[in-house]
């Protein structure tokens, strides 16, 4: 299996991006106790602007033959599995792991490991202010930077970078590319990396790819390294690579797979508002929400990778905060409700074929992203960061 990595920009920065790229967008779905899901109906299924020179095809909606019901308590077994492998990490601001350590960045800019049945927390090197998502191959780190924070009307505000480096402490990390907006998501591969910015305010966001340690295209001028635009985006907010196509999550619209070379069709998975995206195991599993008749309550819709129609494996979910694929099973973290200070945070878990939804994790604190590599289901329990103030964060692991 390759390294899983969760790319997407933190919270804060991303509510930043939508007010620079936007105008307006969606509100993010409200916190509320997690509920039943309900036998399914039919979903909305827009569909985001494709590029004009491109061909796309969409994706009808299945139904599961069966109403998925919600184990109201995690297993035993489950339960005693979940290990905290780091602590008092402040707010952490992305996510990665690979078979053997979990990776994370700090808003005060370093890039930090730790392995993932526990043991030493390491710190790998540290880079400016404000790394917004990072990315891990067989041998390197990859992370983006956005310096300036959240404040709009700061001058450096969002100038962004992307840096790669050995997976080894106190490398340096080398710089990729410069002079985009707000790089929202990352990923690397073994000989490239390719992530998500803006070129200005106001702009839509790109799809950029660069050559890792070698010649970029097209020729970089003198003195800094050059990147290539793959495709253009109205908002994206993350990012998965798989062979030569890329999966692109759009706030809106959800999710389109762009192949980064060749004249390949596009395809698209829909879903109104796109809230995580996680690749794996023949699927692109989206969580949002896709029905305003139900509010603000979000689905989990699972398709299939090659393109087709989707099959609905959870309805009336309460802020998702991400999703990730392991074994045959789709893992969702949700946020936890206002009224417990988000104390009350869950990670459940369905089928990729449908079925029941399990809570494999119960009062986590304010959980966030998550992912999965080989050996375990990773997740930031954020543990009060937003609303004007920074949280503690700490690192959760279920192994697999």
Request: aromatic residues 2%; glycine residues 12%; charged residues 15%.
């Given at each position: 299996?390759?390294?899983?990595?969760?790319?997407?920009?933190?919270?804060v920065?991303r509510?930043?991006?939508?007010?620079?790229?936007?105008?307006?967008?969606?509100?993010?779905?409200?916190?509320?106790?997690?509920?039943?899901?309900?036998?399914?109906?039919?979903?909305?299924?827009?569909t985001?602007?494709?590029?004009?020179?491109?061909t796309?095809?969409?994706?009808?909606?299945?139904?599961?033959?069966s109403?998925?019901?919600?184990?109201?308590?995690?297993?035993?077994?489950?339960?005693?599995?979940?290990?905290?492998?780091?602590?008092?990490?402040?707010v952490?601001?992305?996510?990665?792991?690979?078979?053997?350590?979990?990776y994370?960045?700090?808003?005060?800019?370093?890039?930090?490991?730790?392995?993932?049945?526990?043991?030493?927390?390491?710190?790998?090197?540290?880079v400016?202010?404000?790394?917004?998502?990072?990315?891990?191959?067989?041998?390197?780190?990859?992370?983006?930077?956005?310096?300036?924070?959240?404040?709009?009307s700061?001058?450096?505000?969002?100038?962004?970078?992307?840096?790669?480096?050995?997976?080894?402490?106190?490398?340096?990390?080398?710089?990729?590319?410069?002079?985009?907006?707000?790089?929202?998501?990352?990923?690397?591969?073994?000989?490239?990396?390719?992530w998500?910015?803006?070129?200005?305010?106001?702009s839509g966001?790109?799809?950029?790819?660069?050559?890792?340690?070698?010649?970029?295209?097209?020729?970089?001028?003198?003195?800094r390294?050059?990147?290539?635009?793959?495709?253009e985006?109205?908002?994206?907010?993350?990012?998965?690579?798989?062979?030569?196509?890329?999966?692109?999550?759009?706030?809106?619209?959800?999710?389109?797979m762009?192949?980064?070379?060749?004249?390949?069709?596009?395809?698209?998975?829909?879903?109104?508002?796109?809230?995580?995206?996680?690749?794996?195991?023949?699927?692109?599993?989206?969580?949002?929400?896709?029905?305003?008749?139900?509010?603000a309550k979000?689905?989990?819709?699972?398709?299939?990778e090659?393109?087709?129609?989707?099959?609905?494996?959870?309805?009336?979910l309460?802020?998702?905060?991400?999703?990730?694929?392991?074994?045959?099973?789709?893992?969702?973290?949700?946020?936890?409700?206002?009224?417990?200070?988000y104390?009350?945070?869950?990670?459940?878990?369905?089928?990729?074929?449908?079925?029941?939804?399990?809570?494999?994790?119960?009062?986590?604190?304010?959980?966030?992203?998550?992912?999965?590599?080989?050996?375990?289901?990773?997740?930031?329990?954020?543990?009060g960061?937003?609303?004007?103030?920074?949280?503690d964060?700490?690192?959760?692991?279920?192994?697999?």
């Open positions: 299996m390759e390294p899983r990595s969760r790319s997407s920009g933190s919270d920065m509510v930043a991006v939508l007010a620079v790229v936007l105008a307006a967008c969606a509100s993010t779905p409200a916190s509320a106790p997690l509920s039943s899901t309900a036998t399914p109906t039919s979903t909305a299924t827009p985001p602007t494709p590029t004009p020179t491109s796309s095809t969409s994706t009808p909606t299945s139904t599961p033959t109403t998925p019901t919600v184990n109201r308590a995690p297993s035993a077994e489950a339960a005693s599995r979940v290990l905290v492998i780091a602590r008092g990490q402040g952490v601001t992305s996510l990665a792991a690979d078979g053997s350590h979990a994370w960045t700090r808003k005060t800019g370093e890039i930090v490991r730790a392995p993932l049945g526990g043991g030493t927390v390491e710190t790998l090197a540290t400016e202010r404000e790394p917004t998502a990072l990315s891990v191959s067989a041998d390197a780190v990859c992370v983006a930077i956005a310096r300036g924070g959240g404040a709009v700061r001058d450096d505000f969002g100038k962004g970078s992307v840096r790669c480096m050995p997976k080894t402490a106190g490398a340096t990390p080398d710089l990729v590319a410069d002079g985009f907006l707000m790089p929202m998501a990352i990923a690397a591969t073994d000989t490239e990396v390719h998500l910015a803006a070129t200005k305010k106001g966001m790109h799809l950029f790819s660069a050559t890792r340690g070698g010649a970029a295209t097209p020729p970089a001028p003198p003195g390294p050059a990147s290539r635009k793959v495709a985006m109205g908002l994206g907010v993350d990012l998965e690579i798989k062979g030569g196509s890329a999966y692109l999550l759009w706030a809106l619209g959800g999710a389109e762009v192949p980064l070379k060749g004249t390949a069709k596009k395809l698209q998975f829909p879903i109104l508002q796109g809230g995580g995206i996680a690749l794996g195991e023949g699927h692109v599993v989206l969580v949002g929400v896709d029905d305003l008749a139900r509010g979000a689905v989990v819709k699972a398709f299939p090659a393109g087709g129609a989707a099959t609905v494996l959870a309805r009336d309460d802020d998702p905060k991400g999703v990730a694929i392991a074994q045959g099973t789709a893992y969702v973290a949700l946020l936890g409700s206002v009224g417990a200070k104390k009350d945070g869950e990670i459940v878990a369905v089928p990729l074929t449908g079925g029941p939804l399990a809570r494999v994790a119960t009062a986590q604190w304010q959980p966030g992203r998550i992912i999965a590599s080989p050996r375990a289901v990773v997740w930031v329990n954020e543990r960061n937003g609303a004007g103030h920074d949280g964060a700490e690192i959760a692991t279920l192994p697999l």
